[in-house]
């Protein structure tokens, strides 16, 4: 039984960056995709990228190419988004999701999120 | 960025039949595009229902199912249940592996 924990809730002022980490416990961490979902209040879904952390290469969606960078260190389990040029339509929860491996989907675990405001 | 259109709003009846559908910007969905169906009720996280455009995670509900139809992708709930009343979102990946949520379908079960 895999869990997900997500770091604390964050209030960022425009222009600055953000760092989320997610801990995976409870399983094998390296093999599996964790993907990035964030919501806005009020809003959609939106995915934000993936990475295998065995692999190390992340994907970005396109609306967020630049912006943001995922990273996994393998020897915590530790998988981290990074999300820089902050602006008040970033204010929303991020969620981290990863396998449950071979049998199940991408989206079997979830972190509880995390809240991330932005705001001058 | 491809966009993912769904139905924005769908009304059914308890123990009805009801179809969500989810279009690509790009042309015909199918099974490369390993579509995700998630469901959310008001405040809480989303919970994944299939994978791999039919697959099912352990949980889903045996009237969930998803499939490809019309060149779309789509979840079926059949027998609707009062507590299937939720928002429905859909995934689809693209080339890259970079994944384009739907906008979402509210589904009223009246």
């Known amino acids: 039984q895999v869990q997900l924990l997500q770091s604390g809730a964050e209030v960022k002022r425009p222009g600055s960056s953000v760092k989320v980490s997610c801990k995976a416990s409870?399983?094998?961490?390296?093999?599996?995709?964790i993907s990035w979902v964030r919501q806005a209040p009020g809003q959609g879904l939106e995915w934000m990228g993936g990475i295998i952390p065995f692999i190390g290469t992340a994907n970005y969606a396109q609306k967020f190419q630049g912006r943001v960078t995922i990273t996994a260190d393998e020897s915590t389990s530790t998988a981290y988004l990074e999300l820089s040029s902050l602006r008040s339509d970033d204010t929303a929860v991020y969620y981290c999701?990863?396998?449950?491996?071979?049998?199940?989907?991408?989206?079997?675990?979830w972190g509880q999120g995390t809240l991330v405001t932005v705001s001058s | 960025q491809a966009v993912v259109t769904q139905e924005p709003s769908l009304t059914v009846s308890p123990g009805g039949t009801v179809t969500l559908t989810c279009a690509s910007s790009?042309?015909?969905?199918?099974?490369?595009?390993?579509p995700n169906w998630f469901q959310q009720k008001p405040g809480q996280a989303p919970r994944a229902l299939i994978y791999s455009t039919s697959d099912k995670y352990s949980w889903t509900p045996a009237r969930f199912s998803g499939s490809l139809l019309g060149g779309k992708a789509a979840l079926t709930l059949s027998g609707v249940q009062p507590e299937d009343e939720a928002e429905y979102y859909c995934l689809l990946y693209y080339s890259g592996a970079r994944g384009v949520f739907g906008g979402g379908t509210k589904l009223t079960v009246l």
């Open positions: 790009t042309g015909e969905v199918t099974s490369d595009y390993y």
């Open positions: 409870g399983g094998t961490f390296s093999n599996y995709v």
């Open positions: 999701a990863t396998e449950g491996g071979t049998s199940s989907g991408p989206f079997h675990y």
